[in-house]
């Protein structure tokens, strides 16, 4: 058992180092990481969230609206006020963090339901999905979004309903196509495997309570620049 667990420790580690070094190896050159990029930059030298893109907002005909969501472009922003400045390497590590988070969340959640014997078998589950790594690579954040939607699923299978609704938060914060799968996860919040419905109220309360104050903000800015 503790050689099993050696290995994923292993495996998790070094597939997360390569992930880094090969984006450190290349450019960003694909149309969503050059955005997201360039985004996070001009974040980081103005202090200030832009409602449009700046390089294709001729006139009031012709304006690219920022309507991306931007918490995985000020985590990025932190990172390089912490390190000195922009820097593609940075975003590259910052990057692979995220895959290193998936990837602990799917071992958890794998324990958590499976019993520890079955996590290896998770981990190669999920390196053998080539979009993981690959999104990985490239500076864009869906991998983000997927391990805060595990994080969300583990805090749900430990019943514990108010982290859960953090990670919800956060990751309507990081993506909105998370609203996929809330139906899901408030199903799996009313019922519980040991007492059915009786208490739903109380867990879906527990649920909402910290989205509503994490995503207000961001919220209130759509409505204010966008309508959304």
Not at 45 to 70: C, I, K, M, W
Not at 95 to 117: D, M, P, R, S
Request: a positive charge; proline letters at 3%.
């Amino acid at each position: 058992m503790r050689g099993s667990n050696l290995l994923v420790k292993v495996i998790v580690l070094l597939s997360s180092l390569l992930i880094a070094v090969v984006g450190i190896c290349t450019e960003p050159f694909l149309g969503d990481e050059t955005l997201h990029f360039q985004l996070a930059s001009t974040i980081y030298q103005t202090g200030e969230r832009p409602t449009y893109n700046h390089l294709v907002h001729y006139s009031d005909v012709a304006q690219g609206a920022y309507f991306t969501d931007t918490l995985w472009h000020y985590g990025l922003v932190s990172l390089w006020k912490l390190t000195g400045g922009v820097s593609i390497t940075t975003a590259q590590f910052y990057n692979a963090f995220y895959y290193l988070l998936l990837i602990t969340a799917t071992l958890l959640l794998t324990k958590e339901l499976y019993g520890a014997e079955k996590e290896l078998y998770s981990v190669l589950l999920a390196l053998s999905v080539p979009t993981i790594p690959i999104l990985s690579v490239i500076l864009h954040f869906d991998v983000a979004i997927t391990a805060l939607a595990a994080f969300c699923l583990l805090m749900l299978a430990k019943r514990r309903y108010f982290l859960a609704g953090i990670f919800l938060g956060l990751s309507i914060l990081m993506k909105r196509n998370i609203y996929l799968i809330i139906p899901a996860i408030v199903f799996l919040t009313i019922f519980d495997n040991n007492n059915g419905i009786k208490g739903a109220g109380r867990r879906l309360l527990l649920l909402i309570a910290p989205v509503i104050p994490i995503t207000a903000f961001d919220s209130y800015f759509r409505i204010t620049n966008f309508g959304l």
